[in-house]
T-cell receptor, first 109, second 113 residues
Framework: DAKTTQPTSMDCAEGRAANLPCNHS???????VYWYRQIHSQGPQYIIH???NNETNEMASLIITEDRKSSTLILPHATLRDTAVYYC??????????FGTGTLLAVQP | NAGVTQTPKFQVLKTGQSMTLQCAQD?????MSWYRQDPGMGLRLIHY???????DQGEVPNGYNVSRSTTEDFPLRLLSAAPSQTSVYFC????????????FGSGTRLTVV
């Protein structure tokens, strides 16, 4: 599975877009980029994933660069409830999901 | 559709005791995994399974056993509890196809004294 690099922490103002970057320069062609988040003390929550194309769902948008070496998770209108640790994971279609250290996003009122 | 159900939610064990953490899912997911999360740390994979009868080790398997006799259930056994196993344990499941990510349970908080 690809090694990913994320900033340790970020701040975002409530109501503004939160843009969370992730570097995955060693990602291979068959590895997807997955994003999860963990709100304090809860189980992680799947957000979105993609392979090559940009993806959007009801929670977020995922922008993957053309060379697939980096991606950005976008929460379009962050709320206080979006304060969480966000994990970017490069994973092939296997069962082993390995978490890194993630980005602590603090949404400020 | 209850999702992933973990029991118990809280447990205190004495050093040397054994116990089983239960995990059940009703989504007919082939893949299931167990993670532990120590205070202030990230999640570490203990064991995983790709289907009934098939299990494999993750990053930190020592001190734990698993079995997968049915698609629905994936229990985690602590053989002889140690204080180092004090942690929050999460179970997760996913379909074999890459349509969604994992669904996680709400966790079991285990304290070994």
């Amino acid at each position: 599975d690809a090694k990913t690099t994320q900033p340790t922490s970020m701040d975002c103002a409530e109501g503004r877009a939160a843009n969370l970057p992730c570097n995955h320069s060693t990602i291979s062609g068959n590895e997807y980029v997955y994003w999860y988040r963990q709100i304090h003390s809860q189980g992680p929550q799947y957000i979105i994933h993609g392979l090559k194309n940009n993806e959007t769902n009801e929670m977020a948008s995922l922008i993957i660069t053309e060379d697939r070496k980096s991606s950005t998770l976008i929460l379009p209108h962050a709320t206080l409830r979006d304060t969480a640790v966000y994990y970017c994971i490069g994973q092939a279609q296997t069962n082993k999901l390995i978490f890194g250290t993630g980005t602590l996003l603090a949404v400020q009122p | 559709n209850a999702g992933v159900t973990q029991t118990p939610k809280f447990q205190v064990l004495k050093t040397g005791q054994s116990m089983t953490l239960q995990c059940a899912q009703d989504m007919n997911h082939e893949y299931m995994s167990w993670y532990r999360q120590d205070p202030g740390m990230g999640l570490r994979l203990i064991h995983y399974s790709v289907g009934a009868g098939i299990t494999d080790q993750g990053e930190v398997p020592n001190g734990y056993n698993v079995s997968r006799s049915t698609t629905e259930d994936f229990p985690l056994r602590l053989l002889s509890a140690a204080p180092s196993q004090t942690s929050v344990y999460f179970c997760a499941s996913r379909t074999r196809t890459v349509t969604m990510g994992y669904t996680f349970g709400s966790g079991t908080r285990l304290t070994v004294v």
